[in-house]
């Protein structure tokens, strides 16, 4: 167990809705990435926060957003929602910002009807 | 372009044989290099980083800038080894597609 939550751990939604996916990190860790990760894609980061404030961005569409709350734990929203879409999204956090080890949650599998 | 190539989807070899899952990255500063590793139904996980230049569960990898490559390898595979593996290049969260390593009894 990484010490990394997630929920939900699964979640059918129909296309053109709106999810939330929750993250809680390890306690003490600063940082929060959300990644994709589908059969044909392989792992695709989307976003990193760290302390409450946007680091890096990857591969995220402008129809995804996320944040990162006061006590750490971060949200990604996922709106109109595609096909496409289907597939599991992993938090992870770190300590610091950069170079550190990632400890990962189990992943909320999502998938869009 | 900063990017790390997995050129393998699937890598099989068999329990006992020597293994290899190769990594190369493009990346003009100092790397810091990771291979993650997920098993079937767990979380991902760190197996190893550059830095550090340990063995864990046997396997080792060795940074080479010259070939600008973190290839892992491990002399004799264990069916327990089948796993997802990933390699990442931390300092720019990229990662590479991963490689499927299936070891055959």
């Known amino acids: 167990d990484s010490g990394v939550t997630q929920t939900p751990k699964h979640l059918i939604t129909a296309t053109g809705q709106r999810v939330t996916l929750r993250c809680s990190p390890r306690?003490?860790?600063?940082?929060v990435y959300w990644y994709q990760q589908s059969l044909d894609q392989g792992l695709q980061f989307l976003i990193q926060?760290?302390?409450?404030?946007?680091?890096a961005k990857g591969n995220i569409l402008e129809r995804f957003s996320a944040q990162q709350f006061p006590d750490l734990h971060s949200e990604l929203n996922l709106s109109s929602l595609e096909l496409g879409d289907s597939a599991l999204y992993f938090c992870?956090?770190?300590?610091?910002?950069?170079?550190?080890?990632?400890?990962f949650g189990p992943g909320t599998r999502l998938t869009v009807t | 372009a900063q990017r790390v190539t997995q050129p393998e989807k699937l890598l099989s070899v068999f329990k006992g044989a020597p293994v290899e899952l190769k990594c190369n990255y493009s990346?003009?500063?100092?790397?810091?290099l990771f291979w993650y590793v997920q098993y079937s139904r767990q979380r991902l996980q760190l197996l190893l980083r550059?830095?550090?230049?340990?063995s864990i569960k046997g396997f080792t990898a060795d940074l080479n800038k010259g070939e600008t490559s973190f290839h892992l390898k491990k002399p004799f595979a264990q069916e327990e080894d089948s796993a997802m593996y990933y390699c990442?290049?931390?300092?720019?969260?990229?990662w590479g597609a991963g490689t499927k390593l299936i070891i055959k009894p």
């Open positions: 992870a956090s770190s300590p610091g910002f950069v170079g550190y080890e990632q400890y």
């Open positions: 990346y003009s500063g100092s790397p810091e």
């Open positions: 990442a290049l931390s300092s720019r969260l990229i």
């Open positions: 926060y760290y302390n409450g404030e946007e680091r």
């Open positions: 306690s003490g860790d600063l940082s």
């Open positions: 550059h830095i550090s230049r340990e």
